[in-house]
């Protein structure tokens, strides 16, 4: 940062700082004489010398810095063309949505607003760029549509289908444990939608609640779909530490291990532990750190989710675990065969994949049993035959023996 820049920088932060009650104007101009006075030996930066001050706390100065980033970013939505912002809807931990109106066909639509740093990395804008020309080519009633993708300002944006309702996760929040059938009826809608989109050969790869949106109508929306994600997700997990970055709740094993070939038994994963806290109202794994709870996703062997809720049919239990199988060649190989089992257990019947996939896996215990059984037998029957051979030699040894005596004493 260059001292203009940390001096516009100051002249926000000190005016909010005034305008929000947290400091007298005599005060800012105290602090401000001080930055000046310190600039050429001992330079400072006007928030950390009022919090040295005690003028504000810590916590006042990083709500003011998050104020101040989102006007910034409101500032430049502003100027998209072809749009008229209307407000903000919602902010993630990395963006922050807007409602806004697509003058060129009076519709009220969604705009998401990527952060700077985005910009920066010149392979992420090209993959932002690929995969929402990409998801401008899905067309379905439970995909979120991707209407535009531009840049205005240094700031990248998605603009999508603006969907009135909420999402998942705000009554998952609220401490709504659903019951099988409602999660049956989201989960099969969620699962339509990621059918369509493996078939055009996207990927999600971040299936969760909060990317789960239920319209007024109670129809079901995959939201974020085409928005790609930045490879180093799993890195700057770690390094925030949730901070930024939210706790890895529903991600695969395999994208934990950053393996390169995601393919959708990766979004299988994903929606799996996305139905595992529908039914049960708890994650999969759940920990402090975002890091131990990547390491229990590789580990740590899941609750079947009836044991936690007990009034669950064994089959939505048993799919639900196929689902979240450690190893993706144990999981549905693709959505068709996860739609069998969902609609199967969702008319009352028993699942048929995830059956067939337990009876593969005790067939090979059992064959292993069978095998552990012949090869007791053929260890009986070698002793068998040792001991038979000992016979014969003892019996030919005394017959010898006798013979000898025999021979001695007739001589
Ligand atoms: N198309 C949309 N229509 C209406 N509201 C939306 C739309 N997309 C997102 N939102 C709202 O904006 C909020 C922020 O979305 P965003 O994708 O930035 O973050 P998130 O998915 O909630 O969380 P995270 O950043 O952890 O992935 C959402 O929680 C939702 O309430
Ligand atoms: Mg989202």
């Given at each position: 940062m260059t001292n203009e820049s940390n001096t516009n920088y100051d002249t926000v932060?000190?005016?909010?700082?005034?305008?929000?009650?947290?400091?007298?104007?005599?005060?800012?101009?105290?602090?401000?004489?001080?930055?000046?006075?310190?600039?050429?030996?001992?330079?400072?930066?006007?928030?950390?010398?009022?919090?040295?001050?005690?003028?504000?706390?810590?916590?006042?100065?990083?709500?003011?810095?998050?104020?101040?980033?989102?006007?910034?970013?409101?500032?430049?939505?502003h100027q998209i063309p072809g749009y008229q912002v209307l407000g903000k809807i919602g902010a993630g931990a990395m963006a922050v949505v807007y409602k806004a109106r697509q003058l060129s066909l009076n519709r009220i639509v969604a705009?998401?607003?990527?952060?700077?740093?985005?910009?920066?990395?010149?392979?992420?804008?090209?993959?932002?760029?690929?995969?929402?020309?990409a998801a401008g080519k899905l067309n379905h009633p439970h995909i979120v549509q991707a209407v535009d993708v531009g840049e205005a300002g240094g700031y990248h944006y998605f603009v999508m289908e603006y969907v009135e309702g909420k999402t998942l996760y705000e009554d998952i929040a609220a401490g709504k444990i659903f019951g099988e059938k409602e999660a049956l009826d989201i989960i099969i809608q969620v699962a339509e939608a990621l059918r369509h989109a493996h078939s055009m050969g996207l990927i999600h790869r971040d299936v969760k609640p909060k990317n789960i949106m239920i319209n007024k109508e109670g129809i079901v929306k995959l939201a974020d779909m085409g928005l790609a994600r930045e490879t180093t997700d799993i890195e700057a997990a770690k390094t925030e530490k949730g901070k930024a970055y939210g706790t890895p709740y529903y991600i695969s094993p395999e994208q934990i291990r950053g393996e390169m070939d995601i393919n959708g038994r990766a979004d299988i994963y994903g929606l799996g532990a996305t139905f595992y806290h529908l039914v049960t109202g708890r994650v999969p794994y759940m920990a402090d750190d975002p890091v131990e709870v990547m390491k229990k996703h590789l580990r740590d062997e899941l609750v079947p989710p009836d044991h936690i809720?007990?009034?669950?049919?064994?089959?939505?239990?048993?799919?639900?675990?196929?689902?979240?199988?450690?190893?993706?060649?144990?999981?549905?190989?693709?959505?068709?065969?996860?739609?069998?089992?969902?609609?199967?257990?969702?008319?009352?019947?028993?699942?048929?994949?995830?059956?067939?996939?337990?009876?593969?896996?005790?067939?090979?215990?059992?064959?292993?049993?069978?095998?552990?059984?012949?090869?007791?037998?053929?260890?009986?029957?070698?002793?068998?035959?040792?001991?038979?051979t000992a016979i014969l030699i003892l019996a030919a040894a005394s017959v010898f023996l006798l013979l000898i005596i025999i021979l001695l004493l007739f001589r």
């Open positions: 932060f000190g005016k909010m700082a005034v305008e929000q009650g947290l400091c007298t104007p005599e005060e800012l101009r105290r602090c401000i004489d001080e930055v000046d006075n310190r600039r050429a030996k001992n330079p400072v930066l006007l928030k950390d010398l009022m919090v040295e001050k005690g003028f504000v706390t810590a916590s006042q100065v990083n709500r003011l810095h998050n104020a101040i980033r989102e006007a910034k970013v409101a500032t430049a939505t705009i998401k607003v990527l952060p700077k740093r985005f910009t920066e990395n010149k392979d992420y804008v090209e993959r932002f760029y690929k995969e929402g020309q809720n007990t009034t669950l049919s064994a089959g939505v239990s048993e799919v639900i675990e196929v689902m979240m199988a450690k190893n993706k060649a144990d999981r549905y190989s693709n959505v068709d065969e996860l739609l069998v089992d969902l609609k199967a257990v969702r008319a009352g019947q028993a699942p048929v994949l995830a059956h067939k996939r337990i009876d593969v896996s005790a067939l090979g215990q059992l064959e292993d049993g069978e095998a552990v059984e012949a090869s007791a037998k053929v260890d009986y029957e070698q002793a068998i035959s040792r001991y038979k």
